[in-house]
């Protein structure tokens, strides 16, 4: 049996993916099991930061493993620190709170905030967070993502928690008062397709917080590690959180997370009030610090913009002659293109997907109907050239069928 009829016997069905099952990866290529070739515009979601299977993470992950991988947070190891340090000296934060997933550094961020406002007043654990955002499918992260299809039909969510639209800053100074611990906000909203906070908006936040004592959380699970062009997408804006949340390309696809925060803050968590058996082991870490040297090395982040710019340049030339988008968006290597919804040429960023598979292209898709690209950080401009000439025969036969 195939592949892919044994998936749908014995995995959950949360997912619906398409029929190729993949083998193999190198660089932004991959191959499914027909030996067929894809160039990856995707990055697994953001996550491949370097591409897949990048011999300096295979190295780092390969000589961990052998020399040890995990002891438990009861016990200090020393990739831990090392990564730990490099996210500090290369950021605002003081203090790295390491976990597994992206839910679960939001989850730390948010109890940390309700801890900090509740210390002060039993009243004061409300947290605002934004329309279209994402933060994670579990308890408080849930609750503080508000889009129904995530939230509905799980019972009743964790209280305290209200939204106002992204953007509006006097949407959101009218919906706080002094009850609330912390404002969540994406600088780039991923998941909701790549909407990009104005650097009004997020000095407004950075104000609106200090007024009411609450506290600035920056979500960039999907935005940091690079994507942005800067380390984080925080240091374009000039705005400083007191808690960021890093996540998807920290380990370049080895599964790791981090909340990071000033240390003032950190300190309202003693010992005992927060945990995790995996987060942080030596294997985990070791994955991020090779990703992390490997961003702060010379030139790479430089590269990113380098390559962003050619990305949204080629886009742009595409819409130019198809008239495919009604809007193309990009922070770094985070690309958005709203799909043009007009008269014939109406089709589906998931319907584009879908077809772009099909021809070897793997593109995906964000909001409700936005194109959206994560190529890796390094990808080669080949593979750009190629993922280009893919994309667009794909585009100008939909075209084609449609007139
Ligand atoms: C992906 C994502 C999350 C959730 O991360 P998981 O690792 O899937 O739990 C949270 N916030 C943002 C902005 C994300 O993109």
Redesign the pocket.
């Known amino acids: 049996m195939k592949t892919r009829a044994r998936y749908d016997q014995v995995i959950l069905p949360t997912y619906a993916p398409p029929a190729p099952v993949f083998v193999r990866g190198s660089g932004s290529q991959v191959w499914d099991e027909d030996n067929n070739n894809y160039i990856d515009f995707g990055g697994g ?2 996550v491949l930061s370097l591409g897949h299977c990048p011999p300096v993470l295979q190295h780092a992950i390969n000589k961990q493993a052998a020399t040890l991988m995990h002891l438990s947070n009861l016990h200090i190891n020393a990739p831990a620190v090392h990564a730990a340090q490099l996210l500090t000296e290369h950021t605002f934060a003081e203090r790295v709170f390491w976990c597994n ?4 550094a ?1 989850e730390a961020a948010l109890k940390l905030a309700r801890r900090y406002g509740v210390m002060q007043r039993a009243s004061k654990s409300k947290v605002l967070s934004f329309e279209n955002a ?5 308890g408080l ?1 849930m609750a503080a993502t508000p889009q129904s299809k995530i939230r509905e039909g799980f019972g009743p969510l964790a209280p305290g928690f209200y939204s106002s639209p992204y953007n509006d800053l006097a949407a959101a100074a009218a919906a706080l008062d002094n009850d609330f611990c912390a404002i969540i906000v ?1 600088p780039v ?3 909701g397709g790549i909407n990009i906070a104005t650097d009004e908006f997020l000095q407004g936040l950075r104000a609106l917080a200090k007024q009411h004592d609450a506290l600035l959380l920056f ?5 940091g590690a690079g994507r942005s062009g800067k380390l984080y997408a925080y240091m374009n804006s000039g705005v400083i959180p007191d808690i960021l ?1 890093s ?2 390309g920290l380990g370049g696809g080895f599964p790791v ?1 981090a909340m990071l925060a000033a240390a003032n803050i950190a300190e309202v968590l003693n010992v005992g009030n927060h945990g995790t058996t995996y987060g942080g082991n030596a294997l985990a870490t070791a994955a991020a610090a090779a990703v992390l040297e490997t961003l702060l090395a010379d030139g790479f982040l430089a590269g990113v913009e380098e390559r962003a710019a050619e990305i949204t340049r080629r886009l742009t030339d595409i819409n130019n002659k198809h008239h495919c988008f009604s809007a193309i968006r990009n922070s770094g290597l985070l690309i958005g293109c709203d799909m043009e919804e007009n008269g014939a040429k109406n089709w589906s960023a998931k319907e584009l997907a879908t077809t772009a598979l099909a021809e070897g292209l793997i593109v995906l898709t964000a909001g409700s109907n936005t194109l959206r690209l994560a190529p890796a950080l390094n990808i080669p401009a080949q593979d750009i050239k190629e993922g280009f000439a893919r994309l667009e025969k794909v585009i100008a036969a939909h075209r084609s069928r449609r007139s």
């Not at 997933?101 to 679960?104: D, L, Q, R, T, V």
């Not at 994402?134 to 579990?138: E, L, Q």
């Open positions: 979601i953001a997933s992206g839910a679960e939001n994402f933060h994670g499918r579990i992260t994406e909203q991923g998941e979500d960039e699970i999907q935005s949340t996540a998807k997370a």
